[in-house]
């Protein structure tokens, strides 16, 4: 069905819970070979564990996925060749394996009861002995076989794992050794008819011909007991990829304690998706030259074989650097609409868009998040307000008399674009120069009476985006304002 060497990887997130920070750097790196091999990226939803697993979730994951612009070419949503693409639509092709594999002898039927296996690890785990399946049922006769159904025991399914060595194929970990009599056998079919976690993910990847499996060193254990079954069941076993995994500053694997691990947590804080991608595909892999900063040129630069198999450390002060520099790389258009949820959540009108493109690309310059942007969109969006904290700015003697001529510059200047602005800024250097009063002294007063708030764009800008009637109105508001608390003053 597919053309001999065709690259085919897959994410394959179980639904319960939110896409963890971790995962989306699975689905990135699986994302990024399969676009830099041309090959397929597939989703696929592991959902065997009835009890945990939630549709809410699993909609969740794919909309953060889809958020993260992690396009993939199959999958539950739009179908695909292998499908279904979610387990629990796999029950039959499963149960047909598992019957497969207990016809040839290489599985076969286990009647222990949890009780029985509680018991047998203890003891195991008392005589200082890593606990596995003791193989109790592995021998047993069909008379006795029969005897257990009849009592009405459901038997569970278990594969005979080999008494031998198992090499694991790892493009990172180099051809890995592990004593397959250590394992102990598993089960691969549950006593209700469900397929076991690890025999789920091996059908399916067989059947998925994927060709690649590449995930966290979490998984790397589980590739011993993958590695025979591809084999039993007949089935080419893909090369695996097993990554280091995220740890937080202080070593240990990046959980809640660390702060936001979800996917949904980042965007709400206001990441950009391509900030957290392009900080997610540097945490442990180095391109081999420069800066690199869209998606697809991190495609065209990816090599599986240089990403690091040791932890990685997520530092939150990088990716905000990254998402600055994104939000400032980004189209103007493009970040006001990822910035309208913020914005309306201010409280601010979002109806006028080009004025939002405006304001937005004006306020990106002073932040690093998205929720930072409505504090500076404000000044263009809002109403004028001057801000407490600002107010001082404006108590200052010689205030008036600065918006006073501020504000006749601008009645005198025909068009306040660029050059006009600049001319208006210039002329107020050179009148205050010989009074003493320059820099930040003149200015800062200034910035205050246009924006109301002591933190903004640059200046030039602010007039230019704010217009001349709207710079004059504030003006004059902010010189009557600068009086009534001078005469304030000096009442007390
Ligand atoms: N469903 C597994 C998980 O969410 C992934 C299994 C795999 O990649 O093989 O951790």
């Known amino acids: 069905m ?8 897959r994410f394959a997130p179980s639904p319960t819970g939110h896409l963890h920070i971790g995962s989306a750097r699975t689905a990135l790196f699986n994302w990024l070979f399969a676009r830099h091999n041309e090959g397929d990226f597939l989703l696929r939803i592991e959902d065997t564990d009835r009890s945990r ?6 909609k969740s994951i794919i909309e953060q996925l889809a958020w993260l612009g992690l396009n993939w070419d199959e999958g539950p949503d739009i179908g695909g060749g292998y499908g279904p693409y979610r387990q629990s639509e796999r029950g039959e092709l499963y149960r047909a394996k598992a019957d497969d594999l207990l016809r040839k002898g290489l599985a076969y039927n286990c009647f222990c009861t949890p009780d029985e296996l509680e018991e047998s690890r203890e003891k195991q785990l008392a005589a200082g002995r890593p606990p596995r399946y003791e193989g109790t049922c592995r021998d047993i006769s069909q008379a006795q076989i029969e005897r257990f159904l009849a009592e009405g025991r459901k038997p569970t399914l278990r594969f005979r794992m080999p008494e031998k060595k198992i090499t694991v194929s790892d493009v990172l970990h180099g051809e890995v050794e592990f004593d397959g009599s250590e394992v102990g056998d ?4 549950r006593s209700d008819g469900g397929a076991g976690f690890h025999f789920a993910v091996v059908v399916d990847d067989g059947e998925m011909e994927i060709t690649h499996v590449i995930r966290g060193n979490d998984h790397l254990p589980n590739s011993v007991r993958h590695v025979p079954l591809f084999e039993a069941l007949g089935y080419r076993a893909p090369l695996f990829a097993h990554f280091g995994l995220i740890v937080g500053e202080d070593g240990a694997k990046l959980s809640k304690r660390h702060g936001a691990v979800s996917v949904f947590e980042y965007r709400e804080a206001g990441y950009l998706p391509e900030a957290l991608n392009n900080y997610l595909a540097l945490l442990g892999w180095t391109p081999p030259s420069g800066e690199i900063l869209g998606l697809e040129e991190v495609a065209d630069a990816f090599e599986l074989e240089k990403v690091n198999k040791s932890p990685v450390t997520f530092e939150r002060s990088r990716l905000d650097w990254f998402n600055g520099r994104h939000l400032r790389a980004t189209p103007p258009d493009q970040v006001a609409r990822l910035a309208i949820p913020f914005l309306e959540r201010a409280g601010l009108p979002v109806d006028d868009f080009e004025l939002v493109v405006k304001a937005v690309d004006a306020a990106r310059e002073n932040s690093i998040l998205l929720v930072d942007i409505p504090t500076y969109a404000r000044i263009f969006l809002g109403p004028f307000e001057v801000q407490e904290e600002a107010k001082e700015e404006l108590a200052k003697g010689y205030v008036p008399q600065v918006l006073d001529a501020f504000r006749s510059l601008v009645v005198a200047t025909d068009e306040l674009d660029l ?9 107020m250097r050179e009148s205050f120069k010989p009074l003493g009063i320059r820099g930040r002294e003149l200015f800062h007063p ?19 985006l704010l217009g001349k009637d709207e710079v004059f109105q504030r003006l004059s508001r902010s010189y009557d304002l600068a009086n009534e608390l001078l005469s304030e003053e000096s009442e007390d």
């Open 446 to 464: 200034m910035r205050v009476a246009l924006t109301g708030q002591n933190v903004g764009p640059d200046l030039i800008r602010t007039i230019v």
């Open 2 to 9: 597919v053309e001999n060497n065709r690259v085919r990887v």
């Open 53 to 58: 697993s939630t549709l809410l979730f699993e």
């Open 186 to 189: 598993f089960i691969i079919q």
């Open 419 to 427: 050059e006009g602005a600049e001319g208006v800024l210039a002329s």
